[in-house]
Nanobody, 117 residues
Framework: EGHLVESGGGLVKPGGSLRLSCAASGFTFTNYDMSWIRQAPGKAPEWVSTIDKSGDRTYYGRFVKGRFTISRDNAKNTGYLQMNSLKPEDTAVYYC??????????WGQGTQVTVSS
């Protein structure tokens, strides 16, 4: 079936950094692209970034503007999102996501990121 578990969220001041992790299990992580999607209170989900299954290609939402870096370690079945220069508007629950060939979607439980002074 497959599971994703995020970690690394927390409270950080504007301009600070966080590194989110997404641990995959129960499926062949190396066969799939992985994405990060966030949702702020009262707002629709927003795509943040995607990395292809090999880690060679990465894609980012326009709002990222060079502040975030997505990566993965397939040997550890883990994906990451390094977030720098955080802004209050980055406050959201961050989810990792995998879309399998069958069309089935795997979501983690999310990790809260709060950017506030």
């Amino acid at each position: 079936e497959g599971h994703l578990v995020e970690s690394g969220g927390g409270l950080v001041k504007p301009g600070g950094s966080l590194r989110l992790s997404c641990a995959a299990s129960g499926f062949t992580f190396t066969n799939y692209d992985m994405s990060w999607i966030r949702q702020a209170p009262g707002k629709a989900p927003e795509w943040v970034s995607t990395i292809d299954k090999s880690g060679d290609r990465t894609y980012y939402g326009r709002f990222v503007k060079g502040r975030f870096t997505i990566s993965r370690d397939n040997a550890k079945n883990t994906g990451y999102l390094q977030m720098n220069s955080l802004k209050p508007e980055d406050t959201a629950v961050y989810y990792c996501h995998v879309l399998r060939d069958s069309g089935a979607q795997i979501w983690g439980q999310g990790t809260q990121v709060t950017v506030s002074s």
